[in-house]
């Protein structure tokens, strides 16, 4: 699951109105070191789900190789009172000392419940924003997608011949507008005249709606798809049955269609992961509101496929590089929506972190759709 559509005052009281959008954890934690530590991470999906749970398997996997961390994975839990219980359950029975939370669903009120009951339990959680009010054993983290969605967008265009692509999203937060703009204001820096015509299923996952979507799209005569659903592997392999390329989201999906495959957005979440642990274990004061994207290597572009020539590649290896060192920008003015409104006035950029893209609602000028 993802995460959700959060108010201005929401956002602005979480991130603290900064552009970093962290905020440190004031009293020190629990001094664990020497001994190894339990962390328990709970999923609502299955784990090898080609998809965001397994983004999330990936960091629990990586963490379990630190010499100091023993790691508890529980999957299909659902998001609800049985979640409580399956955080309990790994503190009073397996002694996890540590719980990672990743469905947006788990956060409030049951991480929150639950962290109240257990001040010396720390609890991280993906997606949340967490306030001054909530308890202070909390921590949550995210990351922008925008920069691997840019370059995701570049290849699509490089690769087609003709002048529209097309998106699969799921739901019209914030996070997947944000990621189909970005999508679109690269293939545009390729061809201006490149349209992208946007479907949204309206739910984080349908496979019946997704296949239907895509097949709609192909029998348009798109010769590119990218997506952001929580679970791509259905409409990759359609898009490889149909001979069509595509870009993925989460993990990479490389290998469920080689040839077809473009390359995608992945998470990295074992860097806030890792992060927060290294601060339980150390005692030393840990972020609350963990976010990044490039630089801050919490996002990831996925493997080429077999079809990239290697001049595209090179190509979209130099534009990573920009995105990275800020030298390419994204959001840069004069920008439209799709109504014909600027959103971004001339001669302005906005930095991916910047607090307004956490309330999106508009659709970047050569999207074709909607957001209801």
């Given at each position: 699951m993802k995460s959700y559509h959060p108010t201005r005052r929401t956002v602005l009281r979480g991130l603290g109105g900064s552009a970093v959008g962290v905020m440190t954890f004031g009293i020190k934690s629990v001094v664990l070191a020497e001994e190894s530590i339990t962390v328990g991470f709970l999923a609502v999906d299955n784990w090898n789900d080609y998809g965001y749970t397994q983004s999330?398997?990936?960091?629990?996997?990586?963490?379990?190789?630190?010499?100091?961390?023993?790691?508890?994975?529980?999957?299909?839990?659902?998001?609800?009172?049985?979640?409580?219980?399956?955080?309990?359950?790994?503190?009073?029975?397996?002694?996890?000392?540590?719980?990672?939370?990743?469905?947006?669903?788990?956060?409030?009120?049951?991480?929150?419940?639950?962290?109240?009951?257990?001040?010396?339990?720390?609890?991280?959680?993906?997606?949340?924003?967490?306030?001054?009010?909530?308890?202070?054993?909390?921590?949550?983290?995210?990351?922008?997608?925008?920069?691997?969605?840019?370059a995701a967008g570049f290849v699509a265009a490089r690769m087609v011949s003709s002048d529209q692509l097309g998106f699969l999203g799921s739901k019209p937060i914030p996070e997947i507008l944000r990621f189909a703009n970005s999508f679109t204001i690269a293939a545009r820096?390729?061809?201006?005249?490149?349209?992208?015509?946007?479907?949204?299923?309206?739910?984080?996952?349908?496979p019946v709606r997704e296949a239907e979507a895509t097949n709609s799209l192909i029998d348009q005569g798109i010769q590119a798809i990218g997506c952001d659903v929580d679970i791509p592997k259905v409409f990759i392999e359609t898009c490889?049955?149909?001979?069509?390329?595509?870009?993925?989201?989460?993990?990479?999906?490389?290998?469920?269609?080689?040839?077809?495959f473009l390359t995608g957005a992945e998470w990295n979440w074992i860097t806030p992961v890792d992060r927060f642990i290294s601060a339980v274990v150390s005692g030393e004061p840990y972020e609350h509101n963990m976010r990044g994207g490039l630089g801050q290597d919490m996002v990831k572009i996925s493997p080429y496929g077999n079809a990239v020539p290697d001049d595209i590649r090179q190509e979209a290896d130099a534009v990573v590089e920009e995105l990275k060192s800020g030298s390419r920008g994204i959001y840069v003015g004069e920008l439209r929506d799709n109504q014909g409104n600027v959103v971004v006035p001339e001669g302005e950029t906005l930095p991916v972190d910047d607090v307004s893209l956490e309330l999106t609602e508009w659709l970047v000028e050569g999207i074709v759709g909607s957001t209801t």
């Open positions: 999330h398997l990936e960091s629990a996997n990586a963490l379990g190789e630190r010499g100091d961390v023993s790691v508890l994975k529980e999957e299909g839990v659902p998001e609800g009172v049985e979640v409580q219980k399956a955080m309990k359950s790994m503190i009073e029975l397996s002694g996890a000392s540590v719980i990672v939370a990743t469905a947006w669903g788990y956060y409030d009120p049951h991480v929150l419940e639950v962290a109240a009951e257990y001040p010396d339990v720390h609890f991280l959680h993906c997606g949340g924003i967490w306030t001054p009010e909530q308890p202070p054993n909390v921590a949550t983290y995210f990351a922008y997608t925008d920069e691997v969605a840019y820096t390729v061809n201006p005249d490149i349209t992208t015509k946007l479907v949204l299923t309206g739910e984080w996952t349908n490889a049955k149909r001979q069509t390329f595509c870009t993925g989201m989460h993990v990479s999906q490389r290998d469920l269609a080689p040839d077809w």
